[in-house]
C-alpha cells in the first residue's frame, strides 16, 4: 500500500515567495497532521483535520500560514508570504481513529529553503 | 499543554553498548508511543504501550510505560549502527477529537562501529 506522499521533498525559494506544500494521506484514514520540525523546537503540530474539516489549528504561527484539505485525499500547507524563518522540514501525516491507538504514518517530508 | 520531556537529548556510543533513553511527564496519558526516525526520512512508529507498567520487547529493544502512566523508557541492548536515528516518545490523550498525541523532544542516537 502506498504511504503518505508529499511534493515537493525539496524547496528553495527567496523571502517573500508563496510556498505551496502538497500531501495525499493514506487511503481510508480520516485524520490529517500538518507538523514542522526543526532542530530548535522539534516537531511542532501545525493543524489537524478530521474528515477533511479543520479541527485545531492552533498550532499555525501566524497569519501568513494557511491549509487546506479539500477532498479526503488531498491537503495544502501554503506559506505566503515566506520568510527566512519558515525554513524547516514540513511533514504531513495520518490516521484512522478506529484503531484507537492514534498511531500516525508520516510522509518523508518537505524541507523548505527560505533564502 | 502536556509537555514530554526526553532525556538524553544526544547519545553517541559504541557498537555493542546498551543504553536507555527516558520520556518523562507531570501529565497520565493514556497511551505512549515510540517513533524513530532517520535522516531523510519521516518517524515511524516503533510501539504503542497503553496500560500502566505495560513492558513490550521488539527484538533488542525493550519499552516500558510507568505504573502511572506519566513515563516510558527504551532500553537498547547491544547496540547496533542501524540503530542510529532519532528517537521520539508521543503521549497520546484521548479527548472528542480522537487520539491526540504530544511529542517529546527526541533523544538522538549515533552508534559507532
Known amino acids: 500500500d502506498a504511504g503518505v506522499i508529499q511534493s515537493p521533498r525539496h524547496e528553495v525559494t527567496e523571502m517573500g515567495q508563496e510556498v505551496t506544500l502538497r500531501c495525499k494521506p493514506i487511503s481510508g484514514h480520516d485524520y490529517l497532521f500538518w507538523y514542522r520540525q526543526t532542530m530548535m523546537r522539534g516537531l511542532e503540530l501545525l493543524i489537524y483535520f478530521n474528515n477533511n474539516v479543520p479541527i485545531d489549528d492552533s498550532g499555525m504561527p501566524e497569519d501568513r500560514f494557511s491549509a487546506k484539505m479539500p477532498n479526503a485525499s488531498f491537503s495544502t500547507l501554503k506559506i505566503q508570504p515566506s520568510e527566512p524563518r519558515d525554513s524547516a522540514v514540513y511533514f504531513c501525516?495520518?490516521?484512522?481513529?478506529?484503531?484507537?491507538?492514534?498511531?500516525?504514518?508520516f510522509g518523508e517530508g518537505s524541507r523548505l529553503t527560505v533564502l | 499543554t502536556q509537555l514530554l520531556e526526553q532525556s538524553p537529548q544526544f547519545l553517541s556510543i559504541q557498537e555493542g553498548e546498551n543504553l536507555t533513553v527516558y520520556c518523562n511527564s507531570s501529565s497520565v496519558f493514556s497511551s505512549l508511543q515510540w517513533y524513530r526516525q532517520e535522516p531523510g526520512e519521516g518517524p515511524v512508529l516503533l510501539v504503542t504501550?497503553?496500560?500502566?507498567?505495560e513492558v513490550k520487547k521488539l527484538k533488542r529493544l525493550t519499552f516500558q510505560f510507568g505504573d502511572a502512566r506519566k513515563d516510558s523508557s527504551l532500553h537498547i541492548t547491544a547496540a547496533q549502527p542501524g540503530d542510529t536515528g532519532l528517537y521520539l516518545c508521543a503521549g497520546g490523550e484521548i479527548n472528542n477529537a480522537g487520539n491526540m498525541l504530544t511529542f517529546g523532544g527526541g533523544t538522538r542516537l549515533m552508534v559507532k562501529p
Open positions: 501525516a495520518s490516521s484512522f481513529w478506529g484503531t484507537h491507538t492514534g498511531e500516525l504514518f
Open positions: 504501550v497503553v496500560t500502566g507498567g
